[in-house]
């Protein structure tokens, strides 16, 4: 494969462009403390904040709608201002909203109206959130997930845009893990051409995952059926670079190339093996990831394996073909590259993950999840960021016969 420089992904781009192209966990918190159990409890601790935003002030007469069902006061309903947990200066539910992950604050906005406001505001649980969860990432017409008009706003005293955070956070959580046009969705089972390259709607911001960070992003890719041979690579074309790293998962190298003239066109490339070659006469079929941390690229890879082929008793083509249909996938354990490479390479600020297909078939491939943790903490390969540890890979148009 690393002799093959047409199937390289700057090689593919011709015509193209990018856009074608331990916290303890909440619940043991609150169940911890009885005064969490009551149903309405969330409601007695919010109540003094909402009086702040609504206008109006706690009482220490219970209200019609602070009674149960049978018509008792509930817990806490009817326990005086002065003696509330209004006095803590930030108020107790943001405290504890703030633990909270996207199905809890749900379960929490379906409590009552106030809560459901309380959680939408430009201080509330939503954007904090979604700030942590989508830190380093942008899509590609949506920007990053805090707003710059809102980011601004507050800087400059403004009165803050009114943002819908649970909506902007529902829209993030589903559209980042999936593939640009003419891709549709976060899986692809056909591709129609050769050297095809299926870009990921949600672009890495290097200027959020830089060195003083200390943020990563995790993309992780399945494929569970593979007409040939695919790579993931992170390239720079958004900011008008020339330049990507690519990890192929089958021979468990890296390459890094630049494109330097366009016609005739001309590559310079280098690449280094950190990882073994998979089983000759076995096309990938397993999980490859990458990751970004405080401006550093690893990649990770880990491998479907055939109860047959796993007992050395048959070859993987004819353990394949034995496999049940309907039986899932057995995986081996991940392997990582390790950091390799930092982000010195790319220019802008905008890195975009994609796929590298060589040949055209049917594929059963899809973004598993885009997140913050990989599988296991990768080290660093001390011996990739030295020069001599990699090999030349230069090629020009002519050298391949035209792109034969």
């Not at 494969?1 to 303890?24: I, N, V, Y």
């Not at 990921?200 to 003083?212: E, M, N, Y």
């Not at 992780?220 to 990507?244: I, K, T």
Request: charged share 25%.
């Amino acid at each position: 494969a690393l002799s093959a420089p047409r199937r390289s992904l700057c090689g593919a781009m011709e015509g193209g462009s990018a856009s074608s192209r331990r916290f303890t966990h909440p619940q043991r918190i609150i169940h911890k403390h009885s005064a969490f159990r009551a149903v309405g409890a969330f409601q007695a601790a919010a109540r003094p904040l909402v009086a702040g935003v609504t206008g109006r002030r706690s009482t220490g007469n219970c209200e019609p709608s602070q009674t149960s069902v049978s018509g008792a006061p509930r817990q806490g309903a009817c326990a005086d201002e002065g003696a509330s947990l209004a006095e803590l200066a930030e108020g107790p539910y943001f405290i504890i909203a703030m633990l909270l992950d996207a199905g809890a604050l749900c379960s929490s906005d379906a409590t009552c109206r106030l809560l459901r406001d309380l959680n939408r505001l430009n201080v509330g649980p939503w954007r904090a959130l979604g700030v942590r969860m989508f830190r380093g990432m942008e899509l590609d017409r949506e920007g990053v997930f805090e707003t710059e008009e809102v980011g601004t706003a507050a800087e400059g005293g403004r009165k803050l845009a009114r943002v819908d955070w649970k909506g902007r956070f529902a829209h993030f959580k589903s559209e980042v893990p999936t593939f640009r046009a003419p891709f549709v969705g976060s899986e692809i089972t056909s591709v129609l051409h050769p050297d095809e390259v299926a870009y990921c709607r949600c672009r890495l911001r290097s200027d959020q995952l830089c060195t003083d960070s200390n943020a990563g992003v995790y993309l992780e890719v399945e494929v569970l059926s593979n007409a040939d041979n695919l790579s993931l690579a992170v390239v720079d074309f958004e900011a008008g670079g020339r330049s990507s790293v690519t990890f192929s998962p089958d021979t468990g190298a890296v390459i890094r190339e630049r494109k330097v003239r366009e016609s005739p066109r001309k590559v310079e490339g280098a690449y280094i093996q950190p990882l073994t070659t998979t089983r000759p006469g076995r096309r990938f079929e397993g999980s490859i990831g990458l990751y970004i941390f405080s401006g550093h690229l690893a990649f990770f890879r880990r491998c479907v394996v055939l109860p047959e082929e796993e007992e050395g008793t048959q070859e993987p083509a004819e353990a394949k073909a034995k496999a049940k249909p309907d039986a899932p996938p057995v995986f081996g354990p991940w392997e990582s590259t390790g950091f390799i490479t930092d982000l010195a390479w790319a220019e802008g600020r905008r890195l975009t993950p994609c796929l590298a297909f060589r040949d055209e078939g049917s594929y059963k491939v899809r973004i598993a999840q885009v997140g913050n943790s990989p599988p296991q903490p990768p080290g660093r390969l001390n011996t990739a960021y030295e020069d001599g540890s990699w090999s030349g890979l230069d090629w020009e148009a002519e050298s391949t016969g035209g792109g034969a």
